[in-house]
C-alpha cells in the first residue's frame, strides 16, 4: 500500500548538532509538507514543496531547511539543534489535482525530538 | 498563525452521546476539512466541505459550514470509546502559497468514557 514513513521515530540530540529528520511517501505526489507540534500552538508549517527543486518558507523556518531531489522524499535538517527545537514533526503530502483545489494531506506518524 | 481556533479546546462525554465540536476562522477559504489526530499518531483527514457547501454527511460526522460567520461545526454522532482522540480543523489557502497548503487550529481534546 502506498503509505508516507518518517525515520527515525525517536531522536534525541545535542544543542549545535545537525540533525536530519527523512520523510519518504510512495504516493508520487507533488506536494510534501513539513510541521511541528507543540503544545498549546498546534501545527506549523515549517517548510514546504510543490514538487522537485522547489522549496518554500513555512511560518516557522528559521533553523530549518530542506531540499527535494525527487518527488518521494523532503528531508529536514536543524542545521544547529537548539533546545527550542524540541518537537514533534510531522510530514504530509498532497496532491494537486487539475481544476480542483481540493487538498487533502496524508500525514506520516510523526517524529519526537528532543534537544539536550 | 492560526487560521481556525476550535471551541471547545477540550470535551469530555459518554458514549453514545453527541459530540459537537466548532471551528472559526478569518479569512476566505475555499475549503474547510476536519482530521483527526490519536495519542502519539499522525492526523488523519476526516471530511472537506466546499466554500459552497453547507452541509456535508460521512457516517457518524456531520460537518456544517457558515461563510457568512466563517464558522464550521463538526458532529460526532452515537460517539464511542474509540473516538477519543483530539481534532482539528484546518483552512486552505493557507501561508505564502495556494497549492494545497492548509491551516491549522489547535485542536480540541475529545474524551468518550465507555
Known amino acids: 500500500d502506498a503509505e508516507i514513513t518518517q525515520s527515525p521515530r525517536h531522536k534525541i540530540t545535542e544543542t549545535g548538532r545537525q540533525v536530519t529528520l527523512a520523510c519518504h511517501q510512495t504516493w508520487n505526489q507533488n506536494n510534501m509538507f513539513w510541521y511541528r507540534q507543540d503544545l498549546g500552538h498546534g501545527l506549523r508549517l515549517i517548510h514546504y514543496?510543490?514538487?522537485?527543486?522547489?522549496?518554500n518558507k513555512g511560518e516557522v523556518s528559521d533553523g530549518y531547511s530542506v531540499s527535494r531531489s525527487n518527488t518521494e522524499d523532503l528531508p529536514l535538517t536543524l542545521e544547529s539543534a537548539a533546545s527550542s527545537q524540541t518537537s514533534v514533526y510531522f510530514c504530509a503530502s498532497s496532491e494537486t489535482r487539475p481544476g480542483r483545489r481540493d487538498n487533502e494531506q496524508f500525514f506520516g506518524p510523526g517524529t519526537r525530538l528532543t534537544v539536550l | 498563525s492560526q487560521q481556525g481556533e476550535e471551541d471547545p479546546q477540550a470535551l469530555s462525554i459518554q458514549e453514545g452521546e453527541n459530540a459537537t465540536m466548532n471551528c472559526s476562522y478569518k479569512?476566505?477559504?475555499?475549503?474547510l476539512q476536519w482530521y483527526r489526530q490519536n495519542s502519539g499518531r499522525g492526523l488523519v483527514h476526516l471530511i472537506l466541505i466546499r466554500s459552497n457547501e453547507r452541509e456535508k454527511h460521512s457516517g457518524r460526522l456531520r460537518v456544517t459550514l457558515d461563510t457568512s460567520k466563517k464558522s464550521s461545526s463538526l458532529l460526532i454522532t452515537a460517539s464511542r470509546a474509540a473516538d477519543t482522540a483530539s481534532y482539528f480543523c484546518?483552512?486552505?489557502?493557507?501561508?505564502?502559497?495556494?497549492?494545497?497548503?492548509?491551516?491549522f487550529g489547535k485542536g480540541t481534546k475529545l474524551s468518550v468514557k465507555p
Open positions: 514543496s510543490y514538487g522537485v527543486q522547489d522549496t
Open positions: 479569512t476566505s477559504i475555499n475549503n
Open positions: 484546518a483552512t486552505g489557502g493557507g501561508y505564502g502559497g495556494s497549492q494545497g497548503n492548509l491551516i
